[in-house]
């Protein structure tokens, strides 16, 4: 399911810090998931540990996670998030870190943290109503539900769902060749640090407050409801 482990996020971060060198040779990013998934969010495991760990240091460890990630933010190159199966919670906001996401017509997305016992994290409480309407990215965080990618594209949320996920790469790559074949990669750096300069800091700020968020459920008696519910696959019933 390609959970979003710490070893996976580190290699994460070290490759996107590659990217960053600038090899002229690299002119965009796609992301896609190994498999079947997308991305499915947090391991299991490491949601168990969120509940046994202190607070103050929660907030700590929130942080350093989402700074894995956030070097996508920074990286002078366009990117597409190719989401060829489920992208759910901290995966879905990655998608949502892109600049451009192509899925197919039934894979399901979503992000499902409240269904969880916390807060969004991973930018999804900036990213998500910053790039949709009220009222869409508000059900969507709300309802904690999944949708389906045909459902994504008539949101917005992603800018096409192709009628098979096995089109989703390939397509994302067509898409990635005619961004780059015929723009110039200097014009390209400077448009990018333009639509994206007045974003970053905020983003940033609100992961902050995010983690602290987190981090104050993850201490909650609805945490451990909606873990336990996670596990033994039956709906929570929240006090």
Known sequence: MNCMTEQMAVKFQETVRTLQERNPQVRCLVITGHGSSFAAGADLAW???????????????????????????????PTIAAINGPAVGAGFCVAMFCDLRLTGQMVKMGANFLRVGISPGMGGSYTIPTKLSDQASKEIILTGR??????????????RALPDKTQVLPEALALADQITSTTSPLAMRETLHLTRISQLPAIKEQLVREAAAQARCFAGPDYRIALESVKTKTPPVFE
């Open 47 to 77: 949601l168990e540990e969120r509940g046994q760990t202190p607070e103050e240091e929660n907030f700590k460890i929130m942080q350093e996670y989402y700074g894995y990630f956030t070097p996508l933010l920074e990286l002078p190159l």
């Open 146 to 159: 999944l949708f389906s990618g045909e459902e994504a594209e008539r949101m917005g949320v992603v800018m």
